[in-house]
């Protein structure tokens, strides 16, 4: 470890790997802390992730994917089944990840790239000087250091403190949150081509529980509801009921814990020489709460962006506006889609998911379209649309068509 | 009078950490510390996923 560096990114997980590695291809000088011993263990992930857009970062091994799956399947509270094909079902669907192996062999893309890397080392605090964040001050194996940089990238996941260290307040609201369980299990009746969503207001309040195949009779089995229906350990409880009813004989092999950001975009990602990446700068989708792509995509972007600053030789937040910009344009927007979908959703009873399940009874959704499956709900469910309206805006068709529908 | 955590059934994910108000909480490596800072507002009891934490008499 030197006492300088261009940029110091703080977690080893997608986001900040991924943020060394292109910040380290750029040329710079890279420092990536990770408080774990161990890179992605434990895990806090289902580990569903889109292929396509996955490719577009790494080269698929099959080191680190556990499953292919052909779509989703998603279980209304009266067990109506909609099913829908891999390119419908969004970034959380596609390969089911082993995150151990994965996260480590994001960070060793970042190694290879030249960034350095130290486990056990916990970021403790920022240096600031005249209102720029200059470094940090870091803690590994009981002793504390202070180390420089130009440029610090906080990629601490779900816990971040370096966005509220730096004044940028990032503290979630129970409804902002989505507490999980989950536990790894193994059964001979788990459908391996498929990942499976169950709603309901009974089995996941505001929430839902999900099976990700995992190969070989394998499965990550959770559940995810909203902090502010959750009580002391009710998330665990409610998994232990559903894995009770569905998987009677099923062996629990680990328990996964975690807490997602369904919060959408937050106000502000940069500070003087500061940015956010990843769950630290609540990147993850307010719906589905997937966010692995979420961080690698952002963490690529401050990568470039840090090089970008330190060339001009300006890292205020005014130059790091160009990170902000460039994520809010795309993710940001995907982002605060999902939040009014997801506000719409938290008020449904379980009759309306029926009904919405229904309504799409009957409709080929494996080769449907995204339109199509949107013409399909319209049919029977104008008033949701309705609701929706604002997620539509800027789809030229189907815009149109609520405003014509809706107003005869 | 703060928040305790109970380490046996604590899966250290960090879930209450970003979710205290006055950042009292920390997730070391594995395991939560509480500071005091900590205002009993039982939030991070509320959302713990595997209900670790209690506030203590
Ligand atoms: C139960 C559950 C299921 C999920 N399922 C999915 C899914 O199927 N698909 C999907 O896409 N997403 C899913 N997510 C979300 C996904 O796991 C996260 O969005 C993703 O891990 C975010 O990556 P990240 O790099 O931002 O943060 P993380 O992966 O959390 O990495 C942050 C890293 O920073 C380290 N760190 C924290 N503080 C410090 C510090 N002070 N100093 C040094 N290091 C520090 C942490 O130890 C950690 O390794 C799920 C989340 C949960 C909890």
């Given at each position: 470890?030197?006492?300088?560096?261009?940029?110091?990114?703080?977690?080893?997980?997608?986001?900040?790997?991924?943020?060394?590695?292109?910040?380290?291809?750029?040329?710079?000088?890279?420092?990536?802390?990770?408080?774990?011993?161990?890179?992605?263990?434990?895990?806090?992930?289902?580990?569903?992730?889109?292929?396509?857009?996955?490719?577009?970062y790494i080269k698929p091994d099959p080191a680190w994917i556990s499953a292919e799956v052909k779509g989703s399947k998603i279980y209304s509270p009266d067990g109506t089944l909609v099913e829908m094909s891999e390119e419908l079902s969004g970034a959380e669907v596609g390969y089911v990840l082993e995150r151990k192996v994965f996260d480590r062999a994001l960070a060793r893309e970042a190694a290879l790239a030249g960034a350095e890397v130290m486990i056990k080392t916990r970021a403790t605090g920022l240096l600031i000087e005249d209102g720029f964040v200059k470094g940090i001050q870091a803690e590994h194996m009981g002793n504390q250091y202070t180390i420089k940089a130009d440029i610090v990238i906080g990629a601490d996941g779900v816990e971040s403190k370096v966005g509220r260290w730096a004044g940028i307040d990032t503290t979630l609201k129970p409804r902002d949150m989505c507490t999980c369980a989950q536990y790894v299990i193994t059964d001979f009746t788990i459908d391996p081509d498929f990942c499976e969503f169950f709603l309901g207001n009974k089995i996941a309040p505001v929430g839902y529980v999900w099976v990700f195949p995992k190969g070989s009779n394998l499965a990550n089995v959770g559940i995810g509801i909203t902090g502010h229906m959750s009580g002391k350990g009710k998330a665990l409880e409610l998994l232990d009921e559903f894995i009770h009813k569905r998987f009677p004989d099923c062996r629990k092999i680990e328990l996964i814990v975690g807490g997602v950001p369904v919060c959408g975009s937050i106000d502000r990602t940069v500070a003087n020489g500061l940015m956010l990446v990843g769950d630290a700068a609540r990147q993850s989708d307010p719906v589905t709460g997937g966010g692995i792509f979420n961080a690698m995509w952002a963490g690529d972007i401050a990568g470039k962006v840090a090089a970008n600053a330190i060339r001009r030789s300006d890292v205020s937040a005014e130059s790091l506006q160009e990170y902000e910009k460039a994520w809010r344009a795309e993710l940001g927007r995907d982002l605060n889609m999902s939040l009014v979908v997801k506000e719409r959703f938290t008020r449904m009873t379980d009759d309306e998911l029926n009904t919405l399940a229904h309504s799409l009874e009957g409709v080929d959704l494996r080769s449907t379209t995204l339109i199509g499956l949107v013409w399909a709900l319209f049919k029977a469910n104008k008033k949701l649309l309705w609701d929706l309206r604002s997620i539509f805006s800027g789809i030229k068709d189907i815009e149109s068509e609520v405003k014509r529908e809706v107003y005869l | 009078m703060a928040v305790i955590v109970d380490r046996f059934k604590c899966g250290y994910c960090g879930a209450c950490v970003s979710v205290c108000p006055t950042g009292a909480l920390e997730l070391m490596e594995t395991w939560i510390e509480v500071d005091d800072s900590c205002n009993n507002c039982r939030i991070c009891v509320k959302i713990c996923p595997v209900g670790a934490l209690e506030v203590s008499k």
């Open positions: 470890m030197k006492d300088r560096y261009d940029v110091i990114v703080v977690g080893a997980g997608p986001g900040g790997s991924m943020t060394a590695r292109t910040a380290a291809l750029e040329g710079l000088d890279v420092l990536l802390i990770e408080k774990r011993q161990q890179i992605g263990d434990p895990v806090r992930c289902a580990e569903g992730v889109n292929k396509e857009y996955l490719k577009e | -």
